[in-house]
């Protein structure tokens, strides 16, 4: 905007004020009134949704809900937006679209948030919400990124022992230097994305690294290879043989007595039923994510949101 006021030599402000005002259509807009609560489009539903949580401004929190048959023929892929995240006044908005349409969805993904849960179960209640594979292998990989983090700030601590002792006898303290050149510090810090990585594509300084790390830190490497363990669940084609490999998966993590694993474990059990789900028809919540950096996206080049409820006329606009 601030481009074309500068073309024709005007006010930047005033084109954006007239724009907003007189040729935007955004004071006709008929779901103005309660654009500050929610935005609802019943026309734009499938059989398959996604539910997520997005940061519009100054970190308030809004529920979009997405469908991913997008190829229909007019059809766009908004069907509500929702100021806030509780599971209540997710349902009272969604409620808003008749029951018949409502029972028309048959599967709906998520994260693993409990109110997007409650929320889908009440008000699409023919659908099966499948939680998404990125967010259960991610809330493993945390659990052994906490544990290498955990032995960072013992090294530390055990540095700092060290330091204190070689200050109190008078001596410069040099702390061990391994054979990649990595100080045990150093070695946990930079361990942490060849932790994410299968081992064949590790690079050679990576394999270096990871050797001596797991030498070092053998419950490091344990943790490792029950996160690749799990990861290696969703390499099945059926929710039974995954379930198998699942319950196998769960005896060896409490047989390695790590703590993070354990309550990682708690969690994955509580959302099993949802997590299976996804061996149906292997839907995953990659449709919301992208949605959602589209409006990051958006908002970065409007360089922030002022006024929330012209940003999601904007958005109807492009996306409703």
Known sequence: MKNIASYYGINSQK???????????????????????????????????????????????????????????????????????????????????????????????????????????????????????????RLVMDAMQHLRVKLRWQAIEEENKSIQQAKQSGKKYYPEVLSNGDTIKELLVRSRYLLYSFEESWTGNQAKRSAILFEKYPLLQQAYKLTLSFRNIYKNLSKEKALLQFNDWKKNVLASKIEEFNTAVNSLEYHLENILNFFNHRSTNANAESFNSKIKGFRANLRGVTDVKFFLFRLEKLFA
């Not at 519009?56 to 997405?66: A, C, D, I, P, R």
């Not at 929702?82 to 998520?110: D, P, W």
């Open 15 to 137: 084109l954006q004020r007239h724009y907003k005002h007189q040729v935007s259509g955004y004071k006709q807009w008929k779901q103005l009134p309660h654009a500050q609560d929610y935005l609802i489009y019943p026309e734009n539903i499938t059989d398959k949704l996604s539910i997520d949580e997005v940061s519009l401004s100054k970190g308030e929190l809004y529920t979009f809900v997405t469908n991913k048959n997008t190829g229909i023929k007019n059809r766009k892929s908004v069907v509500a937006v929702i100021n806030g995240t509780e599971a209540k006044v997710i349902q009272e908005v969604l409620e808003k679209i008749s029951l018949e349409k409502r029972n028309t969805v048959k599967e709906v993904t998520m994260d693993m948030a409990r109110n997007m849960s409650l929320a889908v179960e009440k008000s699409f209640p023919q659908s099966k919400m499948v939680i998404d594979r990125f967010h259960a292998v």
